[in-house]
């Protein structure tokens, strides 16, 4: 019988090795940075706590490879050589308090995926190279390419939005072009992995691009929402666990490299039925922004604050907003 796995236990990923089990993925701290996209104090400050709070892993969240990708004028940038020394204060911070970091290298989508001309294909792959090579002189561990919920890697992998009619028909070929050129650039202690999703449209393709990625070299998977949040309420696996999770789970089977799962973890008890689902890594996005110090507490067997679902996540808009931190506030303040 397979060894339990413990929440508590590293993970080696390519030369990284991680703290325990949780990471906490992307999420974009909108109102942080200006137009210039450049790094601000509260974004320091904010993944330092996270790193405080005992987190297995951080991936930093979207960071846009140029101006005219960008979701919101105030994202994150790395299409410039002097956004480098902020994002390198990130770096700093969360490997002062001991922990890993990847970044996530984001281009938001193109209106028309048939209309680009196989030039601005090339310009858009240097782009993402050029922002992954950034990532590694600004320190960073490692990258995730965003190749999920809808934007561009994820219009080149889903066969609704790719109908071209060239080599790029095939979204794999995009993404092995990025990854040749970071690949080369980079020693091979530079950690490269891929935001994929599970259902592009069905869990086969998810399974498809997963087993393609691992045979191009990339190091891990982190397995999401699909193109428009493309998912199949089918998947096999526990009901309990949403469909990316049990989507992750199926795509495990299938790849040695790690596998990380996400979607409404809360509890210590939902981050460790996903890792008895098989993944390697369970993902705690929004209860980590309730409770930065989510990862520690559950090691210690301690309550954690946790995120409370609402429609509209409030991080989105105006986080002094966020319900369930300002529970958790109430709570430390009787204690
Ligand atoms: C405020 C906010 C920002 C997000 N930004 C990103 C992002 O930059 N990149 C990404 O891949 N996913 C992003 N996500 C999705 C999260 O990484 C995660 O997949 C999602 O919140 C579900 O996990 P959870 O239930 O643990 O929060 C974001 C989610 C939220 C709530
Ligand atoms: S605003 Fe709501 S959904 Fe967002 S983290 Fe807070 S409790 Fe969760």
């Not at 590293?10 to 090795?17: D, E, K, N, W």
């Not at 005219?68 to 390198?88: H, N, S, T, Y």
């Not at 259902?199 to 990625?213: Q, R, W």
């Amino acid at each position: 019988m397979a060894p339990v796995k413990q929440l508590s236990d590293p993970v080696q990923i390519g030369s990284v090795r991680t703290r325990n089990r949780i990471c906490i993925p992307p999420m974009v701290l909108y109102g942080h940075a200006g137009e210039d996209g450049m790094v601000t104090d509260a974004h320091v400050e904010h993944y330092r706590a996270l790193a405080e709070g005992g987190a297995g892993l951080i991936i930093q969240e979207a960071t846009c490879v140029s101006p005219e990708g960008r979701l919101r004028q105030d994202q994150l940038g790395i299409w410039a050589e002097d956004q480098v020394p902020g994002l390198k204060r990130i770096v700093e911070a969360v490997h002062g308090a001991g922990c890993p970091i990847f970044l996530q290298i984001h281009h938001g989508a193109v209106r028309d995926l048939s209309a680009l001309s196989a030039l601005e294909i090339e310009s858009l792959r240097d782009a993402f190279i050029d922002g992954c090579l950034r990532a590694c002189r600004a320190g960073y561990d490692g990258v995730e390419l965003h190749g999920c919920h809808s934007y561009l890697l994820c219009q080149f992998l889903n066969r609704r939005t790719n109908r071209r009619r060239d080599p790029y028909a095939d979204g794999l070929v995009l993404i092995k072009e990025i990854y040749d050129g970071v690949r080369a650039g980079t020693s091979p202690d530079f950690v490269i992995g891929i935001r994929l999703g599970a259902f592009e449209p069905g869990l086969s393709e998810g399974i498809g691009h997963a087993k393609a990625l691992e045979a191009m070299g990339l190091q891990f998977l982190d397995i999401s929402y699909g193109y428009a949040g493309e998912m199949d309420l089918t998947a096999p696996g526990d009901p309990k666990l949403s469909p990316p999770a049990r989507g992750a789970a199926e795509i495990q089977k299938t790849v040695s490299i790690p596998v990380f799962a996400v979607e409404g973890i809360r509890t210590r008890a939902d981050a460790e039925a996903v890792l008895a689902a098989g993944v390697e890594i369970t993902d705690v996005g929004r209860s980590a922004l309730v409770d930065p110090n989510w990862p520690e507490k559950v090691l210690r067997g301690e309550p954690a604050g946790a995120c409370m679902g609402c429609r509209t996540c409030q991080w989105r808009i105006d986080p002094a907003r966020c319900p369930g931190r300002i529970l958790l506030r109430k709570k430390e303040e009787k204690q």
